[in-house]
């Protein structure tokens, strides 16, 4: 019998996030006679939000430091490299690509993939882009969740487009569920989430949150997730007057008690084309809201209500009321989102694609 292929997945840390989601949604789904996986955090470790789902997965997780402000993974993951000679090492986010390619080459891993899952503005300045550009081109392939994302990082980190591989988000849909028009105290919850900073631009949201109270004050508001934004975004609220109807839980392990409350989910994001989140909106048969902001985005007419960024909240507000209003549009569009993650976002395929790059890069280098 051939040995399993052992793998590390390197992540930032297990926080609330697309990237530790789509690890998540992946993984149990690779053939497990054929690969040995690991998942190791930088920092976090067992406070992480995600520590305990991670282990849940029923593979290796391991903490390479308890604290990003006491970096113990500059001792800690050379260590773990050199100890357990892996075959693949497919880094995720900022840290864990600028440290674990440049490491995982120097030691001699036979395939080094970067994943690149970002779209923070700040990459794209000095000295973070040459950063990034110089520690991309140490791995042997890096995938890309849009194709916009791949030409941006051609054009100004300069990357070799032949190293890129556009793998788009997948998610499993799950059986229909009986749609919500409310909760036991009368409320409609409509959601947004994800990290708070800037160009999530929750600050749309809660404009939103603020015209949609005007037109029926059973309306209320979560936003799921932790960031640097948090606070402006919470005084922001108080601002417009939605400090109690406005709720801010911060990182949560699990979405799935989001989702069930939901009446609606809102994607009012800038740059992302279809991100994790939205895709589990869809497979939670939640009907959604979506800024349309790019050509992917706009493609989405049938899964989802699309709204015009140039209008103003006031108007996204009525087609959000309408939508809501409206059982057979609603459940139209949830199938349609359903049906969408079984062929245009199908996990399997996305599964099956890192798993053929996988062997394509090891054949002869094992």
Request: proline share 5%; with cysteine; net charge positive.
């Amino acid at each position: 019998m051939a040995r399993k292929i052992k793998v590390l997945h390197l992540i930032d840390s297990l926080a609330l996030g697309g990237a530790q989601t789509m690890l998540f949604a992946c993984l149990p789904r690779f053939e497990a006679a054929r690969y040995d996986f690991t998942l190791a955090a930088l920092h976090g470790g067992r406070r992480a939000v995600f520590w305990e789902r991670a282990r849940g997965l029923g593979f290796k997780v391991v903490a390479l430091s308890p604290s990003r402000f006491v970096p113990l993974y500059a001792l800690t993951l050379p260590g773990l490299l050199a100890l357990r000679r892996y075959d693949v090492v497919h880094c995720h986010l900022y840290a864990a690509n600028w440290l674990g390619k440049p490491l995982a080459r120097l030691l001699g891993t036979p395939a080094v993939v970067g994943h690149d899952h970002c779209f923070d503005a700040f990459r794209f300045k000095a000295p973070w882009r040459q950063i990034d550009g110089w520690t991309a081109g140490c791995g042997h392939l890096t995938f890309v969740i849009s194709s916009s994302l791949a030409d941006r990082l051609v054009r100004e980190e300069g990357l070799n487009p032949k190293r890129l591989v556009i793998l788009q988000n997948g998610f499993a849909s799950r059986p229909p569920k009986v749609p919500k028009n409310g909760d036991s105290d009368g409320l409609r919850w409509i959601g947004a989430a994800g990290r708070l900073v800037g160009w999530k631009r929750f600050e749309r949201f809660l404009q939103l949150a603020q015209a949609m109270r005007a037109i029926d004050p059973r309306y209320a508001f979560i936003i799921a997730g932790d960031g640097p934004a948090r606070r402006e975004l919470k005084a922001m609220a108080v601002d417009l007057g939605l400090e109690h109807h406005v709720v801010f839980p911060g990182a949560v392990a699990r979405l799935e008690p989001f989702f069930d409350r939901l009446s609606a989910f809102v994607l009012t994001s800038d740059l992302e084309d279809v991100p994790m989140v939205l895709l589990e909106a869809f497979a939670h048969r939640v009907p959604t809201a979506t800024l349309a902001i790019s050509p992917v985005r706009s493609q989405l007419l049938r899964e989802t209500l699309l709204l015009d960024p140039t209008r103003k909240a006031s108007v996204w507000a009525e087609e959000v009321d309408g939508l809501l209003r409206d059982a057979a549009k609603c459940s139209a569009l949830t199938s349609a989102a359903a049906k969408a993650l079984d062929e245009r976002f199908s996990i399997d395929a996305q599964v099956a694609a890192m798993d053929a790059h996988y062997r394509r890069l090891l054949a002869g280098r094992r």
